[in-house]
């Protein structure tokens, strides 16, 4: 007589065991492959990030991103280089007093 061992997974919905293999839960449908439920996620997310109304900032910024005027443009792409240079200074100076030991 020959034992074969099948590793199983308790499904986190219904508590049904599923074998290894399986993506989905054969008693309720949840999906049970990490890879899949936080694509899945991601996608749920971006799906409702989408769906979200556009504040009146967000209107702004899309109307001095597509203007005409060339002094707009370039003062709203001064003001994005401003922007993403602090962004690398600060990020910078948290990595070296995460990385300094104490």
């Known amino acids: 007589m020959m034992v074969t061992s099948s590793i199983q997974r ?17 008693s309720c449908g949840t999906t049970l492959d990490v890879s899949t439920k936080l694509k899945e996620d991601h996608e749920a997310r971006e799906r ?10 967000d209107h702004f910024v899309d109307r001095i ?6 002094f707009i443009k370039v ?3 001064f003001i994005k280089t401003v922007w993403f240079i602090y962004w690398v ?9 995460a990385a300094t030991p104490g």
């Open 75 to 77: 003062a709203y792409v």
């Open 89 to 97: 200074i600060l990020s910078i100076f948290l990595w070296m007093v």
């Open 48 to 57: 409702k990030r989408i769906a979200l109304p556009k504040t009146k900032f």
């Open 10 to 26: 308790k499904c986190p919905q219904c508590n049904t065991w599923n074998t290894e293999g399986e993506i989905n839960c054969k």
């Open 65 to 70: 991103a597509k203007s005409n005027n060339p």
